[in-house]
Nanobody, 126 residues
Framework: ELVLVESGGGSVQAGGSRKLSCAVS????????????MAWFRQAPGKERELVSS????????YYADSVKGRFAISLDRAKMTLDLQMNDLKSEDTAVYYC???????????????WGQGIQVTVSS
């Protein structure tokens, strides 16, 4: 089992910055961290959970939702085994619970997002 623990949430004023971190630990943590895709999702009140950004551990490719492109940056810290999300120029619409997620393994291959953190609140006030 993989354990994901988010930190860095809280309240911030519009235009400000916040950095979220997701600490990764557990069985096959190193393999998943360096091979599979990890991601940040978020869920705002009354809305469905959406993919914010993802990072492929094998080819280092990244994805950003249009709504955060140019403002958010995702990165892996291999020394600390964390997935970080630097959020800049925050807007009120970024207010949500943010979740860290990681793909699981089936037959040694990366599969779906099987592992999730508990979620952390980010509130942006205008």
């Amino acid at each position: 089992e993989l354990v994901l623990v988010e930190s860095g949430g809280g309240s911030v004023q519009a235009g400000g910055s916040r950095k979220l971190s997701c600490a990764v630990s557990g069985r096959f943590d190193g393999y998943i961290f360096n091979t599979c895709t990890m991601a940040w999702f978020r869920q705002a009140p009354g809305k469905e959970r959406e993919l914010v950004s993802s990072h492929d551990g094998r080819n280092m490719s990244t994805y950003y939702a249009d709504s955060v492109k140019g403002r958010f940056a995702i990165s892996l810290d291999r020394a600390k085994m964390t997935l970080d999300l630097q959020m800049n120029d925050l807007k009120s619409e970024d207010t949500a619970v943010y979740y860290c997620a990681a793909q699981g393994l089936i037959g040694g291959r990366c599969s779906t997002f099987d592992y999730w953190g508990q979620g952390i609140q980010v509130t942006v006030s205008s």
